[in-house]
């Protein structure tokens, strides 16, 4: 039953919002430091993601990561973790609270508590002219979680096993020798490359649309330490309809690692682990 509203409801919707986490005294990355050293890449390795698969890629610290449309439009759901700690993983919720829904150019991607630094800068984005649209869509997600067999089987009763979580849990699981149970824990809410999102403006609801990307389109990151790179190509292809079956048309996309020049990146050096000394008041 909705309630009356209160007499001075309009001016209770009218006061303005403040920004939870204001990031001016945030580190910023030397963006003029990564673009420079952009200009003498050379690839060290790469791997293809098949259709409703997932596959892992090793980034070392200091290296880029591409993620390439290679054939047609697509959606990956990315996972990241530490190199050297499985722990330590990618955490959208703290992305999202400092950098917003979606992500671009100049944005960095934070690790899990209590690690806390960023793990990944973004340093280039071919879809970066797509802003937000009329609907309040953009590219590149940081608000959904993967989609996944729990919720499927609650909402049509069925048994979906390629569906991004379980592609990434397989894929973790050969990347690191776990067991799909041990893995499955490891996995964690994703980045979702390519894929165009938003809220409903009636409902509030999670929605997605045909994403724009094309075949050539890429996403790229600057490692900030080693990374274990994961990604799912979502069942769901471009997003225009589903993602949890075997209907949609889907397509491979490519991770590429490329390491700089000896000298291109003097004076930087990976970010310490968040100093806050864990106390907790006690």
């Not at 090793?58 to 959606?75: D, K, M, T, Y």
């Amino acid at each position: 039953m909705t309630q009356i509203a209160p007499v001075d409801a309009d001016a209770r919707r009218a006061v303005k919002p403040v920004i939870c986490y204001p990031t001016d005294t945030l580190p910023k990355p030397d963006m003029a430091l990564y673009e420079a050293a952009r200009s003498g890449l050379t690839k060290v390795g790469d791997v293809v993601v098949p259709p409703r698969e997932a596959a892992y890629i090793e980034v070392p610290a200091g290296h880029f990561l591409r993620i390439v449309s290679i054939e047609g439009p697509q959606v990956g759901d990315l996972n990241l973790f530490s190199g050297s700690d499985l722990a330590e993983r990618f955490y959208s919720g703290k992305t999202r609270a400092l950098h917003g829904t979606h992500v671009t150019t100049g944005d960095q991607l934070w690790s899990s508590f209590p690690y806390m630094r960023p793990m990944a800068t973004i340093v280039a984005d071919t879809l970066d002219w797509y802003g937000i649209d009329e609907f309040g869509a953009s590219v590149h997600d940081v608000i959904g979680t993967r989609c996944d067999p729990y919720t499927g089987r609650l909402l049509n009763g069925r048994d979906y096993h390629h569906c991004c979580h379980s592609n990434l849990i397989r894929s973790l699981s050969d990347a690191v020798g776990l067991g799909v149970i041990e893995a499955e824990v490891l996995v964690h809410d994703v980045l979702n490359v390519f894929m165009c999102t938003g809220f409903t403006r009636d409902t509030g609801q999670y929605f997605m649309k045909q994403s724009p990307v094309r075949p050539g389109d890429y996403l790229e990151l600057f490692a900030e330490i080693d990374l274990l790179a994961v990604m799912s190509a979502c069942p769901g292809g471009d997003c225009s309809s589903e993602h949890s079956s075997d209907t949609a048309n889907c397509h491979p996309l490519l991770m590429e690692v490329y390491k700089p020049r000896d000298d291109a990146l003097e004076g930087w050096s990976s970010p310490a682990k968040n100093q806050y000394d864990r106390t907790h008041g006690r």
